[in-house]
């Protein structure tokens, strides 16, 4: 769900920097494409940074008191972080978001990138990051983009599809970034169209964008970015993609997509 509120990790925080290096449960990836004698046409995002936010964190439920504790939101404050949404048969969304983001990792790093994600594990005995930690992450690299991931948590009948979120221009906190992430949004969401997927039929305007000045995550951001609600997880036919290993690649390959026309 779009978080009207977020969560942050305890020690798990400090050490948020994952450069694109593949570590060893990467390492069976195709050499021939990360390796860096592979020619630079192979690599199209090489020299790039991206930081991947999955929404939410598995344990939250189980840390009621830091999960509420009010957090600086961009000229305001709230809670540090949601549980997230789920599946009506209870697919978690911070699992959702978790495994879309490392597939969407893999697929930047295998195109050059450096990626970095704003947690590190999908437990239930972790909670957070904060939003204003999700916030901030990539602003001191700089990095080039980051994009939060999320499901969609809406009970009315026949709702799905997927929906961008960019910032308003909220002064001062996202004057410096609101035009690129409005750029932004819209290659993301003509990326996600371009592998198939329907923008939602149950946001207002109808058109698979909203803007909106309440998010943490966005106001707090110094880089392009975007949240994106890739389906309703209240919804059969979204549930049905949301939790399939190729639904997962298809949301991921959109995202690349996104990447890939917003920095080309
Ligand atoms: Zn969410």
Redesign the pocket.
């Known amino acids: ?3 009207r509120r977020y969560a942050a990790p305890v020690a798990a925080l400090a050490a948020t920097v994952t450069l694109g290096v593949a570590g060893p449960a990467d390492a069976t990836r195709d050499f021939r494409v990360t390796n860096p004698d592979s020619g630079g046409h192979s690599q199209p995002l090489s020299g790039r940074v991206v930081v991947i936010d999955p ?2 964190q598995l344990g939250n439920h189980r840390f009621p008191r830091q999960i509420n504790r009010l957090v600086p939101a961009g000229g305001f404050k709230k809670p540090c972080n ?1 549980t ?2 789920a599946t009506n048969a209870g697919y978690p ?1 911070a699992t959702f ?1 978790w495994q879309v983001s490392r597939v969407l990792k893999a697929r930047l790093e295998q195109l050059g990138a450096t990626v970095r994600l704003t947690r590190h594990s999908n437990r239930q005995d972790r909670w957070g990051p904060c939003v204003d930690v999700r916030g901030r992450d990539g602003n001191r690299l700089p990095a080039d983009l980051k994009i939060s991931i ?4 809406s009970y009315t009948p026949g709702a799905r599809g997927f929906h961008v979120i960019a910032p308003t221009d909220r002064r001062p906190w996202t004057h410096d970034i609101y035009r690129p992430s409005r750029r932004l949004a819209l290659d993301t969401r003509a990326a996600l169209r371009s592998v198939g997927l329907r923008v939602a039929n149950y946001i207002a305007g109808g058109d698979g964008l909203d803007f909106r000045s309440d998010l943490g995550t966005l106001n707090l951001s110094n880089i392009p970015t975007v949240m994106v ?1 890739l389906g309703n997880m209240r919804n059969p036919s979204d549930a049905h993609r949301m939790t399939s290993r190729a639904g997962r690649a298809t949301y991921a390959r959109g995202l690349a997509v996104a990447v890939r026309r917003f920095l080309g």
């Not at 999320?150 to 948590?153: E, I, K, L, P, V």
Request: no cysteine; proline share 0%; hydrophobic share 15%.
């Open positions: 769900m779009s978080l929404g939410h949601t997230g949404t969304e978001t999320h499901g969609d948590g609600e």
